[in-house]
């Protein structure tokens, strides 16, 4: 009897961990950034991606402006791998045409350290977005929350 008690608890240790080891990670992203909303991670698991529900939004260019969050594990910019890396962008959204663009995104390393800005000029086109990608979920997410 004291031999199944042990086995059965290696099994309730073992799951949780595996299995809970993101939601985890997603409550600790959602409680040092409070108003974020947790919207798609990465088949890999590599990215997890936030939109920032508390934000004041405007509607311009005929989209929605929102923040959104992409924490990264692993995240290679000019052939240097970094680890535990964030990057805040200001897109626009257009939820009825499935169309963003980028405002603004700022990458930081686990320090705080900015390793790359983009600005982009407002007057890019719009990019499509690929059916079941990340980018589509956190369109449909930004619908849920928004529209």
């Known amino acids: 009897m004291q031999r199944l ?3 059965i608890l290696y099994i309730f240790i073992l799951i949780p961990v ?6 985890i990670k997603h409550s600790c992203i ?3 950034h409070p108003g974020w909303v947790f919207a798609a991670l990465s088949p890999d698991k590599n990215m997890s991606v936030y939109i920032n529900a508390a934000a004041d939004t405007a509607r311009v260019d005929g989209g929605i402006k ?3 969050l992409s924490d990264f594990r692993t995240l290679v910019i000019n052939k240097v791998a970094y680890k535990n890396v964030e990057s805040e962008a200001l897109e626009i959204i ?4 499935d169309q963003e663009k980028l ?3 700022i990458t930081y390393d686990s320090s705080g350290k900015i390793l790359e800005t983009l600005t982009s000029d407002l007057k890019h086109e719009w990019i499509n977005t690929l059916p079941k990608s990340i980018r589509e979920i956190v369109i449909l997410k930004t619908k849920e929350l928004y529209q």
């Open 5 to 7: 008690k042990n086995n």
């Open 18 to 23: 595996s299995s809970f080891s993101q939601t």
């Open 30 to 32: 959602t409680s040092l």
């Open 66 to 68: 929102v923040w959104v």
């Open 94 to 97: 257009d939820c009825g045409k």
């Open 103 to 105: 405002v603004q995104r």
